[in-house]
């Protein structure tokens, strides 16, 4: 073998070397990398719980936090991450149908009660008439926080199944509250201005919330907004993911769950 095909075979292993070790997100099946992202509270709190769980299967996961619900679904699709942890399937369905897209459920793994609060009302029968009520703008937490409300007799609902309610479908508001909407990770710097604030608990956790001590008004554990998982169709199967949700659903991360969340964050599977 000359010199020159010695080269060009040397150069052609380290391609080929290059390639099988790719760690980009959406890369080859064979890369070990796994990029996930989450909200801080509490879903990057379990994905760092995670870690150690897939390191041992040989899966390096990086965690990229995000402070609104918009840029981990936006990232996922732009394949700059590989999957994302901190969504409801009401939310996750309203973002596709707006969106045109297709991302779709891994696998349950918690849910978080929604809840009520103030720092003006100890009780929620203190609710004066006219009180300012700020609640989420996105689509299905807008709705959630009125079912909470009219589940409570607070204000009425043409159906109070409809996870996708408005503001335009209270029937009865006898209170005559003033709604003010707005995103969700602003809600818990409202509560000096407002009478009552409804908050994600993620969102409510990281403001030093606790929302089984703190919330007036509480979902109970029959809530059916799981979070999930979620991926696109193209890696959904990627052995990487698959091994990252049976890590999210397994006993110690149930048990992690349960301890460090007391009641505010319950597993959901």
């Keep these: 073998?000359?010199?020159?095909?010695?080269?060009?075979?040397?150069?052609?292993?380290?391609?080929?070397?290059?390639?099988?070790?790719?760690?980009q997100p959406g890369g080859d099946a064979g890369s070990q990398k796994l990029v996930v992202a989450a909200t801080a509270v509490p879903h990057a709190e379990i994905l760092k719980q995670v870690k150690p769980?897939?390191?041992?299967?040989?899966?390096?996961?990086?965690?990229?936090?995000?402070a609104d619900y918009v840029q981990p679904n936006v990232q996922v699709l732009e394949k700059a991450v590989d999957a994302n942890y901190f969504q409801t399937k009401p939310y996750l369905d309203a973002f596709n149908r707006e969106r045109g897209t297709n991302l779709t459920i891994v696998t349950g793994v918690h849910i978080e009660p929604f809840g009520a609060y103030s720092r003006k009302l100890k009780s929620i029968d203190q609710l004066p008439d006219g009180a300012t009520v700020t609640i989420p703008n996105d689509p299905s937490n807008n709705s959630r926080a009125l079912l909470l409300l009219a589940k409570h007799g607070?204000?009425?609902?043409?159906?109070?199944?409809n996870e996708l309610s408005t503001l335009k479908d209270i029937t009865a508001n006898p209170k005559q509250l003033k709604f003010r909407e707005l995103e969700a990770a602003m809600l818990p710097r409202t509560l000096d201005e407002v009478d009552l604030a409804l908050?994600?608990?993620n969102y409510a956790l990281a403001a030093g919330l606790n929302p089984t001590k703190d919330a007036l008004l509480i979902e109970g554990k029959d809530s059916p907004y799981v979070n999930y998982l979620v991926a696109r169709p193209d890696n959904k199967d990627d052995p990487?993911?698959?091994?990252?949700?049976?890590?999210?659903?397994?006993?110690?991360?149930?048990a992690f769950i349960e301890q460090k969340y007391q009641g505010?964050?319950?597993?959901?599977f």
Excluded: W, Y
């Excluded at 769980?53 to 995000?66: C, Q």
């Excluded at 505010?264 to 959901?268: K, R, T």
């Design 199 to 201: 908050i994600n608990t």
């Design 53 to 66: 769980i897939l390191a041992k299967e040989g899966v390096d996961l990086e965690i990229k936090v995000f």
């Design 264 to 268: 505010a964050v319950l597993p959901a």
């Design 154 to 161: 607070i204000i009425t609902l043409k159906d109070p199944g």
């Design 1 to 23: 073998m000359t010199m020159l095909h010695k080269l060009i075979a040397t150069l052609a292993a380290l391609v080929l070397l290059a390639g099988c070790s790719s760690s």
């Design 240 to 254: 990487r993911i698959q091994k990252l949700a049976k890590a999210l659903t397994s006993p110690e991360i149930k």
